[in-house]
């Protein structure tokens, strides 16, 4: 991990690598900063350049050699030579340079934990957006409004930071992929002001410093937030930086003052600022190497983010409850004092209240039931009753999904198309309830072969199961379709008096799509292959002709 920090250099660095073993090896090279501006790579083994490539977040994302959020650089190493990797970098950026070299699988198998831990982390500022955006809505509140504005730049700027909206928004434009960093940073900060003196209602005359110094962090945001869509981003990150870190130190302040005052809202509000400044401080400490690099202080940011978001939703809730709480004390005494003359009133008033309550809880109830049952019939609208795999519908959509996905990447689609041999005779002679049983048992075992995350095993219909398999080859594909056969052959089904061994004709396929439209051609490729293992004996695997 290289941290030079802030520069107007270029500088250069080189990565000597060697293959020691005997075999031809592929590997990835991760650049881990997205934000790098010019990045050229020059590949030479010995004095001969074999390779010269161009990277960085100033050209378009269409332009990168691997689609990838980060900067990927494909390396092929003959056995026993060395490789020698020169890297140029010059940034307006933070001059960082993470470097990590993998095996293509183990990389895909990394990257797709950390989208799966952004995903989690965007669906929580969905949901709570959303959430509060309804709130505003019904009550016209404008904490709601700011709280909503403030969380929206927070998850723009993550993902501006991550390059996540340079991959799916703005792909081309690269002059807003810098400015957008310190756009929507400022935004947190603008927002997060104006949202704290609503919230914790600092008022102009009474509290005139702290009003004034929240509003002026407010405002300087709102000025930076503006320069930085005419000022190169060198120029306008600095003083972002020393804003947003400032205006968090003054919240954390503002909400301890407001706690050791007696309002209770403002213990999540402190907390939820003061991890947000904690997991910067992680994010900082790692960039220096202090602290280790992993998921956790990598995306220290992302998860102090995600508890402030989470705690200051929770603050809201609590506060909109201590004024209804204070709203209901204060009714409570004036009715006390009217009690002899207004008894009628109170009894109907409260009978009413009870009634709103259960009404509350009944309501509630059908509602969690209504949602159980939602769940539950997507489940079985995707799922085979018998045997519990996924049903033919669920195939075709995945089938379809998974064929674009390969077509698009030009990767590699597997297919096993798998039938039960003499299953009518098993159901003749034993029953319809023994066959059924034959059935799961087969998918039982399908099940426990089929293992990749990405691979999808289903039943088709009647006694034919189909098995799909991404990324696989055809010897990859013919290598499983031969542990399927096999572990089914050798799996005795105990009936009453007797045991029965059951055997399996699969038809296997397995290419890289040559047009986006030709699924169902090779579905039926692979159907062709499975009659064809039928018609030379059953109990046999037969792949489709190239």
């Known amino acids: 991990m290289v941290n030079l920090g802030y520069s107007n250099s270029a500088y250069w660095f080189k990565l000597p690598l060697k293959n020691g073993s005997g075999l031809k090896q592929q590997r990835l090279l991760e650049i881990g900063y997205s934000v790098l501006d010019y990045i050229e790579v020059y590949l030479v083994r010995g004095t001969e350049l074999i390779e010269h490539y161009r990277l960085g977040d100033k050209l378009d994302f269409s332009e ?5 959020r980060h900067f990927l650089i494909p390396l092929a190493f003959e056995a026993e030579v060395s490789l020698d990797v020169y890297l140029r970098i010059k940034t307006t950026s933070s001059v960082q340079l993470p470097l990590t070299l993998w095996e293509p699988d183990e990389f895909y198998q990394v990257d797709q934990e950390r989208m799966m831990f952004h995903g989690v982390y965007f669906g929580i500022a969905l949901v709570m957006i959303i959430y509060n955006l309804f709130v505003y809505l019904a009550t016209s509140e404008k904490t709601y409004l700011w709280y909503v504005a403030c969380i929206s730049c927070m998850a723009l700027f993550l993902a501006s930071l991550n390059s996540i909206t340079f991959q ?5 434009a690269t002059w807003w992929n810098d400015q957008s960093i310190v756009f929507f940073l400022n935004g947190v900060v603008v927002f997060g002001s104006f949202f704290s003196i609503s919230f914790l209602s600092i008022h102009p005359i009474s509290e005139r410093f702290l009003n004034r110094l929240i509003s002026l962090l407010g405002w300087s945001g709102g000025l930076l937030m503006v320069l930085s869509l005419f000022l ?3 120029a306008i990150i600095r003083p972002t930086l020393y804003v947003a870190m400032t205006a968090c130190i003054v919240l954390i302040l503002a909400g301890s003052y407001r706690w050791l005052k007696g309002d209770m809202s403002a213990r999540y509000f402190t907390v939820a600022w003061f991890a947000l400044l904690l997991g910067g401080i992680v994010l900082a400490l790692n960039k220096f190497t202090v602290l280790p690099q992993n998921l956790f202080t990598e995306n220290a940011t992302q998860i102090g983010s995600a508890i402030e978001i989470i705690l200051l939703s929770l603050a809201l809730a609590d506060r909109l409850y201590q004024e209804k709480r204070k709203a209901l004390h204060a009714q409570q005494e004036a009715l006390l004092l009217e009690r002899e003359a207004r008894m009628a009133q109170e009894q109907t008033l409260k009978v009413q209240q009870e009634a709103n309550v259960l009404l509350e809880q009944r ?11 939602n769940r539950r019939l997507v489940e079985l609208s995707s799922t085979d009753a018998l045997t519990g795999l996924k049903n033919r519908g669920y195939f075709e959509e995945s089938f379809n999904n998974s064929y674009v996905t390969a077509f698009r990447y030009q990767r590699p689609i597997g297919l096993l198309i798998i039938d039960i041999d003499f299953f009518k005779r098993i159901n003749d002679e034993h029953g319809h309830l023994v066959g059924d049983e034959c059935l799961k048992m087969v998918a039982a075992n399908l099940e426990q072969v089929i293992s990749r995350p990405q691979d999808l095993v289903a039943r088709y219909g009647g006694e034919e199961f189909v098995v799909l398999l991404p990324d696989t080859s055809e010897a990859g594909a013919i ?5 399927l056969r096999s572990r089914i052959e050798q799996t005795p089904f105990q009936l009453v008096d007797q045991t029965l061994f059951l055997t399996t004709s699969i038809g296997v396929i397995s290419l890289i799509p040559e047009a986006v439209d030709k699924r169902n051609e090779m579905f039926d490729r692979a159907d062709e292959a499975l009659y064809k293992a ?4 059953r109990n046999r695997v037969e792949v489709v002709p190239h």
């Open 363 to 373: 309501v509630q109830e059908r509602t969690t039931e209504l949602e159980s049952l």
């Open 534 to 537: 039928k018609r030379k004996g």
């Open 232 to 234: 190169p981003y060198q």
């Open 168 to 172: 799916y928004l703005w792909p081309g």
């Open 479 to 483: 290598k499983v379709a031969e542990k």
């Open 64 to 68: 990168r050699l691997i689609q990838n």
